[in-house]
Nanobody
Framework: QVQLVESGGGLVQAGGSLRLSCVAS????????MGWFRQAPGKEREFVTA????????YYADSVKGRFTISIDNTKNTVYLQMDSLKPDDTAVYYC??????????????????WGQGTQVTVSS
């Protein structure tokens, strides 16, 4: 069984920063891409960013380019999401997910097989 556990969410003022972590366990992940998604109340889950397990390739949604940075420490089976210049519109539950490495890096939610439980990020005005 694959398990993904997110942490690091919280309440932050607009313009502030947070760093989310996602620890993967239960199997090796060398053949996976890792992604972050978010879902605001009443909204569909949306793609935020993704990274290859090696860390060599990244991809970002236009809404977070220049503000968010995804990284991976594959020796610790941990993916990070550094979020800077946060906006109230970034408020959502953030989910870590894993997809087959055969998928394109910008594959949407339907392409991801394994999901964490999510961590709440709230950005106040």
């Amino acid at each position: 069984q694959v398990q993904l556990v997110e942490s690091g969410g919280g309440l932050v003022q607009a313009g502030g920063s947070l760093r989310l972590s996602c620890v993967a366990s239960g199997r090796t992940f060398t053949s996976y891409n890792m992604g972050w998604f978010r879902q605001a109340p009443g909204k569909e889950r949306e793609f935020v960013t993704a990274i290859t397990w090696s860390g060599g390739i990244t991809y970002y949604a236009d809404s977070v380019k220049g503000r968010f940075t995804i990284s991976i420490d594959n020796t610790k089976n941990t993916v990070y999401l550094q979020m800077d210049s946060l906006k109230p519109d970034d408020t959502a539950v953030y989910y870590c997910a894993a997809a087959s490495s055969t998928m394109p890096l910008d594959v949407g939610v339907r392409g991801y097989r394994y999901w964490g439980q999510g961590t709440q990020v709230t950005v106040s005005s």
